[in-house]
């Protein structure tokens, strides 16, 4: 009991998940900073990996201001309540093993309720500062929401059927042979896509375009509100590459290494996959630029849909022929 108590808040529970959400961030500055030609974080630690702690720390003993105007118990408690979701959901991943830490039957639709659960919390935070920059942000964050949540559904919907399975460990199980990006490479495709709609990465940052709206729904929040608000979209960057490499390229399953322990083979198997799909967003981000609500909305229902049902059309194909079936 004890043991699963400590697993759950440090390793790899919470503590680690908030780890590798500065982690991102450190990467995420870098790899933007050499596309870019700069240098990037290089003070705060070794080549400046701790600059996101120490950014971090330094928004959370600023000081806090609640506009007069603002609903004050939402406002203060809301951004609790959006970071409880991202932790949460890392409990379904397996990470140093192929049982995650929370797992059950049907943990895949938990992972769904707390993808709308974080999209429904962000509006009512947004709505909560009472500001005109805020409600344009609302306006068009609500907008991408229902816009990127059917082709994301459909792709994550993919993986479940092709391994007849509702819960993460199931999938991740049934691809010990063959993983499903073989399979379904425009679920895959059409994930990512979502995934950097979901995060509000460029080219989908519209509810945030600083040159715009100034930081968009953030713009009210400031001191320890801001700083857990930041860091939870970090986490939030972490726990979507994790469901990427869960779902689609094997979890922490490899060859096997006679003289490396399982566990420790599960979870390196699992971190290389997991940065790998990370720098894939970093690089797209930093790329792409961003696009308008518009054309956003006609990507996602015109385009990412059709294929995310195309896509669900073939694999069934596959199951009613039993060709290339999940074990």
């Known amino acids: 009991m004890i043991n699963e108590i400590l697993q759950a808040i440090i390793f790899p529970g919470v503590l680690f998940t908030i780890a590798m959400g500065f982690l991102f961030d450190w990467l995420d ?21 701790l600059q996101p702690l120490a950014d971090f720390l330094k928004l959370l003993f600023k000081e806090e201001i609640i506009p007069s105007h603002a609903d004050r118990v939402i406002f203060l408690f809301a951004p609790a309540l959006y970071f409880l979701a991202p932790l949460l959901s890392m409990l379904f991943i397996p990470i140093i093993g192929p049982t995650p830490l929370a797992g059950f039957e049907f943990d895949l639709l938990a992972i769904l309720f707390l993808l709308a659960y974080a999209a429904f919390v962000v509006t009512i935070l ?17 907008l991408q929401y229902v816009s990127y949540e059917i082709p994301l559904v459909l792709a994550i919907i993919t993986a479940a059927l092709y391994s007849r399975s509702l819960s993460v460990e199931g999938i991740v199980a049934s691809q010990s042979t063959l993983w499903n990006i073989l399979v379904m490479p425009f679920a895959f495709g059409v994930y990512i896509i979502a995934l950097m709609a979901e995060l509000e990465k460029p080219p989908f940052d519209i509810p945030s ?13 400031s001191g320890r509100a801001l700083s857990f608000l930041k ?23 490899g060859p096997e290494v006679a003289a490396v322990p399982p566990p420790v083979l599960y979870f390196v198997y699992f971190m290389v996959k997991l940065l790998l799909v990370g720098f894939l967003i970093f690089v797209l981000k ?40 999940a074990t």
């Open 231 to 253: 860091l939870t979209k970090e986490v939030g960057y972490v726990f979507g590459s994790a469901l990427a490499v869960s779902l689609f390229l094997g979890g922490g399953l």
């Open 126 to 142: 947004s709505y909560s500062s009472a500001s005109s920059f805020t409600t344009i942000a609302t306006g068009r964050l609500v």
């Open 286 to 325: 930093t790329a792409l630029a961003r696009i308008k609500i518009g054309q956003a909305t006609e990507l996602f229902w015109k385009i990412l849909t059709p294929v995310s049902l195309a896509q669900i059309a073939f694999v069934l194909v596959l199951i009613q022929g039993g060709v290339l079936v």
């Open 209 to 221: 375009a600083k040159t715009e709206i100034v930081a968009g729904w953030l713009t009210e929040f």
């Open 29 to 49: 500055r870098k790899t933007a900073a050499r596309m870019q030609g700069r240098i990037g974080p290089k003070i705060t630690g070794p080549s400046g990996i």
